[in-house]
């Protein structure tokens, strides 16, 4: 069993990782139907682009959620992995490591060139992280341990 304090580890993860899930997930789904983000998938070539673009969205959507609320996070996190993997060999492995790119200044501040990998690896640690350490405290995870009358993390 996790000491007392390590079981706290997971919930701030938790929160960050799952909440950055929904933020993105439901930017995708805000418009009603994710069609920008269609038209991104088949401007890159991915194949089935409209299926693809609603899968995205209501992984990480739903997925987030269950990572916010520490919902069977071992297998929860791992579409969620899937899609970051996606995204970084599909789109921001061509921009290289760095996330946050100037690219030069103007009146209203600076100009920001598109992303690389560097989020992507951020938030696939943090998956793996919860899913070798459980969900921690607070979660569905680990209420229903107790529920069950077991001491498993």
Request: hydrophobic share 50%.
């Amino acid at each position: 069993m996790l000491k007392r304090q390590e079981q706290w580890a997971p919930l701030f993860l938790r929160l960050i990782i799952g909440f950055g899930f929904m933020a993105h997930g439901w930017a995708k789904l805000s418009n009603g139907s994710p069609a920008g983000f269609e038209k991104l998938l088949n401007f890159i070539g991915v194949p089935f682009p409209a299926f693809m673009s609603w899968a995205a969205s209501i992984i990480e959507l739903a997925g987030g959620f269950g990572i916010f609320v520490g919902f069977a996070v071992q297998i929860t996190a791992i579409p969620l992995i899937c899609t970051m993997l996606l995204a970084m060999f599909s789109i921001q492995m061509n921009y290289g490591f760095s996330s946050v790119k100037t690219i030069g200044l103007n009146a209203l501040g600076p100009l920001f060139g598109p992303p690389g990998y560097e989020i992507n690896l951020l938030y696939i640690a943090g998956l793996v992280s919860l899913m070798l350490t459980g969900a921690g405290k607070f979660s569905i995870d680990k209420m229903s341990v107790k529920k069950r009358g077991t001491l498993k993390v």
